[in-house]
């Protein structure tokens, strides 16, 4: 099977049956061709022989119809006198006879026959007969042998008055023979007086017309036989045939309706060439055509073993010939396949060890400028480039290790600048924190920070840098730093953010902000006076009351424009309130539909977690961002900080 698969073998299946289709169409085309032109021409030259036989056998039955004709006139023009009382008529009726013989070879035998004289008293029957007795010609009275007067040859011309041919018979008593005659009738006087004398015959013998027609010639066994106008056999190769079967005698025989409608035609005196049974039911192919001068036919049957015996000879010949053409061609075929599937299936060893890491594997060499030679030289090249693409691979994968390991490292020293422990100040009692942090890559620009300003003042701070990665990261560091640096008692966080935005906005060659949140919360009575620089606006959760947002303010983010006039808001917390601050990574956050997470959302959740803690309700909002992601990668970071205010420390 699996050589089947080759492409090879497939190239000489392919070429072998397409070419052997073609062959045996074009043969079998051929042989169809050949035998209906075979047909056309044999009908051709059967019509042609059928037509020279024909008028072979018509010219002898023409020129014996016109001397018995002849000789009746004679008779009718001379008033020859009755024989049978004239002894010089007697003679002159032999020597007619006589000559008859002698000038016609073609005439087996002739009589004068007459008609008793009514009212004579010598009314005797008159008929004297010449005939051939081989070589010799004798003579003998019919009326000593038969009544001749009962005879077709004699009472049919006599009673219808017209000449014409007999049927076939056997002339027992006569000329001992079968025989066909040609009868005329001759009278003497004229018009009302015209009296009826006799008949003039001549014989044809059936064995003359045996050998004429046995003498045509048709291929090896071909034969020829004759029809009289009954359909009766008059000469056939078979002899029980003649005069004892017929041609409807014989397709009733054979059950042949085809041979009966032939018979038909035949007389009818049509002609035609059809398909036939010959002799021991061999296929042959039947002309049929009319002699008219005694309404016979003569058929003529061609054997189709010998017929088309030429056109199988070729055919053979010629399927000889293809079959040693295709061994040549698939030969041919085997020696291209090879040429080109050997280079193949070499290159194929050598992809298989390239695939298992030998790009030194010695490649075939290729001399030939085909398309072969192409994929090789193609192949050779592209080991080459692999090689240097896998040295350049190596090599840059160190080099994405190494700085894969250094945002590692960037990684840990950006979350170590953030707030670790959480809860932070656990000795205060007027507040409990809680923040998570998850960046997008390793680094990212989120950041949270809470601090101290003095014992009642709590700083917050919760900034998103545009941008990921190592540059949001660095920008980070310098905000979070600038900002706790920055943050002093006797500032507002308006204030605090605009000295920032001054220090950021300066040389900011590459056009980053921040969003930031600041906020300071007097632990003593809650008051909370914040500055939003274009970030999400807080999340208020009460102790009582329902969740909502922080009014959102129109002021600028950070790093945009130096001088800018930041506004500060003042709110108050009551004991049990809790403030959820967040960047833009919560709300932005999409789904594979590309739905985004939104304030809806989060405020649905934190309504679902009013009561809960801090650490609860940051790892529950967490943990329903995820859930609303899925699969889908994380597009931004993301940070929760959550504080709940207690109240005042007590004594």
């Known amino acids: 099977m699996r050589f089947i698969k080759t492409i090879g073998a497939r190239l000489v299946l392919a070429v072998t049956l397409s070419v052997s289709l073609i062959f045996v169409g074009m043969l079998g085309f051929n042989h169809l061709r050949s035998r209906a032109l075979i047909e ?12 020279a036989s024909a008028n072979r056998v018509e010219a002898t039955l023409s020129t014996t119809a016109r001397i018995v004709e002849i000789t009746a006139r004679q008779l009718e023009t001379e008033q020859i006198k009755d ?14 006879l006589q000559r008859i013989l002698k000038n016609n070879p073609e005439i087996y035998g002739s009589t004068i026959a007459f008609e008793p004289a009514a009212g004579v008293a010598t009314g005797r029957l ?4 010449v005939y051939r007795d081989g070589k010799q010609i004798k003579s003998l009275q019919l009326e000593a042998a038969y009544d001749y007067r009962v005879q077709d040859w004699y009472q049919i011309p006599r009673e219808l008055e017209r000449s014409g041919w007999s049927e076939p018979y056997f002339d027992e008593g006569g000329g001992n023979t079968l025989m066909a005659t040609y009868s005329v009738p001759f009278y003497a006087g004229s018009g009302a007086a015209r009296r009826f004398l006799g008949v003039v015959t001549a014989d044809i013998s059936l064995d003359w017309l045996a050998q004429s027609i046995g003498a045509i010639k048709v291929l090896d066994s071909g034969y020829a036989f004759l029809l009289s106008r009954t359909g009766s056999v008059v000469t056939h190769p078979v002899t029980d045939y003649v005069m004892h079967e017929s041609i409807f005698s014989l397709a009733e025989a054979a059950n042949d309706p085809a041979l009966r409608e032939v018979g038909q035609s035949m007389l009818r005196g049509e002609s035609g060439f059809v398909p036939y049974r010959g002799l021991a039911g061999a296929p042959a192919r039947l002309y049929y055509g009319p002699i008219p001068a005694a309404g016979w036919s003569l058929a003529i049957v061609f054997p189709e073993k010998e017929l088309f015996a030429g056109i199988r000879e070729l055919t053979l010949t010629v399927a000889a010939i293809g079959l040693l053409g295709m061994l040549l061609i698939v030969l041919v075929v085997v020696l291209i396949a090879r040429s080109i599937t050997r280079p193949l299936h070499s290159l194929a060893i050598a992809a298989g060890r390239m695939s298992k890491g030998d790009f030194d594997v010695q490649l075939p060499a290729q001399t030939a400028h085909d398309e072969v030679g192409d994929l090789s ?33 960037a990684h840990d020293i950006q979350m170590s600048i953030l707030p670790k422990m959480l809860p932070p100040f656990p000795h205060r009692e007027e507040f409990n924190l809680f923040a998570v942090i998850e960046p997008a890559k390793e680094v990212g620009g989120d950041f949270y920070d809470f601090f101290q300003l003095d014992d009642d003042h709590l700083c917050l701070v919760v900034a998103d840098v545009s941008g990921k990665g190592v540059p949001a990261s660095l920008f980070m560091a310098v905000t979070k730093t600038l900002i706790k640096a ?14 920032v935005n001054d220090q950021m906005a300066r040389d900011n060659d590459q056009s980053m902000f921040v969003t930031v949140f600041c906020a300071l919360l007097d632990l003593r009575d809650g ?3 914040y500055t939003n620089a274009g970030h999400n606006p807080p999340l208020l959760i009460p102790r009582q009351g329902q969740p909502h947002y922080f009014p959102k303010t129109k002021q600028l983010v950070i790093g945009a424009v130096e001088d800018y006039p930041y506004q500060a808001d003042t709110t108050r917390l009551t004991p049990g309130d809790r403030l959820l601050l967040y960047t833009d990574g919560v709300t932005e956050a999409m789904n594979l539909a590309d739905e985004l997470y939104a304030e809806a959302r989060l405020l649905a959740v934190c309504s679902e977690m009013q009561e809960a803690a801090v650490f609860d309700l940051v790892n529950g909002a967490l943990a329903s961002i995820k859930a609303f992601a899925g699969s889908a990668p ?18």
């Open 40 to 51: 056309t021409e044999v009908a051709h030259a059967a019509q042609y022989l059928a037509l």
């Open 83 to 96: 024989p049978r009382t004239d002894r010089a008529s007697e003679q002159s009726v032999h020597q007619v």
């Open 126 to 129: 008159y008929a004297p007969y």
């Open 377 to 409: 030289r193609a192949f050779a090249t592209m080991n080459r480039d692999l090689q240097l693409h896998i040295r350049d691979l190596v090599a840059t994968t160190s080099a994405k290790e190494r700085i894969e390991g250094e945002l590692g490292i």
């Open 486 to 499: 920055t943050a002093r008692m006797d500032l507002s966080p308006a204030e605090i953010l605009s000295r």
């Open 527 to 529: 008051t909370l006076v």
């Open 634 to 651: 994380q597009s931004d970071d993301i940070t929760v900080m959550a504080i709940e205010y207690r109240g005042p420390a007590t004594a």
